[in-house]
């Protein structure tokens, strides 16, 4: 995860397009990627000197390594260093003097460009989706990721930023954003006895049969809904299901249900498995083992 920081100064605040209030004093661009599924999470926000919105995308991320800017101020990196101590998360700084002059897009875009002449000059659409994704993004985001960009080239994995459909906002238009209060007093992640998982929110409702199902639940927890629509959608599809397994369920849905769920307890960890073989990471045994898994899902769910 890539913090970037931007003090407000009184010129920037009135220069703005729009009217900031309260008392803003910096403004972040963060990136997050998680390179074992290929997501990339990104925003940018106002914050206060509590840095309570900063605090809680770390919280609802929880990150395994952070990536500090130099242009980092006392307060945030403060905070930053008591959150790596606290939860045991490494870090990293970037260089000083990093991407000047209108560096960040030139790295960009030569990355982007290299993706493009090794389709003889035919830019692929998923390439050209995450340019253009980057293009639409504020500058202090772009920034952002031109440091996790070069962070990741250190390790070969910077392909995991050419595909723009896998871009998201920490929080959409659709789902609230929590407060690092809100996230602790609910015991939403972690109790508050000894800081486990055991007895909180998630614990009590993660009964997902395989891990990548756990890692899109701990995400609908910590976004709820607020969009009605959306909410009843998604009781809507959780009732059908209960009903199809219960007395209203005629046989051979029950039948497919039970069978579909046993398969994907014996499912491996896809989404990590398939980013393996795309970064070419993978060994011999988990591309086999990912291949026959597919197979297998696919056979299921033609039945």
Not at 44 to 56: A, G, I, K, Q, Y
Not at 74 to 93: I, N, P
Not at 250 to 260: D, I, Y
Request: hydrophobic share 45%; charged share 20%.
């Amino acid at each position: 995860m890539c913090v970037v920081e931007e003090a407000i100064t009184e010129h920037k605040a009135n220069a703005g397009k729009d009217e900031v209030r309260g008392s803003f004093d910096a403004r972040f661009g963060v990136v997050a990627v998680e390179t074992s599924t290929g997501d990339v999470m990104y925003g940018h926000f106002m914050d206060t000197v509590t840095r309570t919105e900063l605090e809680s995308r770390l919280l609802a991320c929880a990150p395994a390594e952070l990536l500090l800017s130099a242009s980092l101020s006392a307060s945030t990196k403060k905070l930053l260093m008591d959150y790596a101590g606290a939860a045991d998360v490494r870090v990293e700084k970037t260089p000083e003097n990093s991407f000047e002059n209108g560096g960040t897009v030139a790295a960009l875009a030569d990355f982007y460009g290299s993706l493009a002449s090794s389709k003889k000059g035919c830019l692929d659409e998923k390439v050209d989706g995450g340019l253009e994704a980057l293009m639409t993004m504020p500058e202090i985001v772009v920034a952002a990721f031109a440091h996790i960009f070069a962070y990741l080239k250190q390790f070969n994995l910077e392909n995991v930023l050419r595909l723009g459909a896998l871009f998201r906002p920490f929080a959409g238009q659709q789902e609230m954003t929590l407060s690092p209060n809100t996230i602790r007093q609910l015991e939403i992640l972690h109790n508050q006895t000894d800081g486990t998982e055991n007895g909180c929110l998630f614990w009590l409702m993660n009964h997902t049969k395989t891990a990548f199902g756990a890692r899109l639940l701990k995400y609908w927890v910590t976004h709820p809904l607020r969009d009605r629509m959306l909410i009843s959608q998604r009781l809507d599809a959780v009732a059908e299901i209960a009903e199809s397994i219960g007395d209203k369920g005629r046989g051979t849905t029950v039948a497919t249900l039970a069978s579909t769920w046993l398969l994907l307890g014996k499912l491996p960890d896809l989404e990590r498995g398939i980013t393996r073989i795309y970064h070419k990471t993978a060994t011999t045994y988990e591309f086999i083992n990912v291949i026959n898994a597919v197979m297998k899902a696919a056979s299921q769910f033609q039945r």
